[in-house]
């Protein structure tokens, strides 16, 4: 049993960006799902695919990397609000990541979305993680 699956996802993307790997298959979920398509939006990942072959399905992410350094799009994946430690934010408080070069995905009443869309739109939610 998986106490966070947000937490276990975001460890198997900095796993395989570690290794080197081009590809990395998660048990899928909703919210993971989502969070992927942003990733994907943001140009953090080159590609995904959602899989149904199982009961829970899995999702399968290709990694981007610079073609001639080999650097990787994501340089680094933090957890923010954890199951012990929800982490909220309003819009008058929105975090900033790296200040403004990285994005904060949320979890918010209209759907999973980053910092800057959220402010837009006027609303707040949970900050699920921070990316860049």
Do not use: W
């Not at 590609?47 to 990397?65: P, R, S």
């Not at 799009?73 to 909220?88: D, E, F, M, Q």
């Amino acid at each position: 049993m998986n106490t966070d699956p947000i937490a276990d996802y975001l460890t198997r993307v900095r796993n395989a960006i570690k290794a080197n790997h081009r590809v990395v298959e998660i048990p899928a979920s909703n919210l993971k799902k989502e969070i992927t398509k942003v990733l994907f939006d943001k140009g953090y990942i080159a590609n995904y695919k959602f899989e149904d072959t199982t009961a829970q399905g899995t999702i399968k992410i290709a990694l981007k990397y610079n073609p001639i350094t080999k650097i990787p799009a994501i340089r680094t994946l933090v957890r923010v609000s954890k199951p012990g430690l929800r982490n909220y934010a309003g819009v008058e408080n929105m975090p900033r990541v790296l200040n403004g070069l990285g994005i904060a995905i949320l979890s918010t009443s209209k759907g999973v979305m980053t910092d800057k869309e959220a402010a837009k739109l006027n609303i707040g939610g949970e900050v699920l993680c921070h990316v860049y």
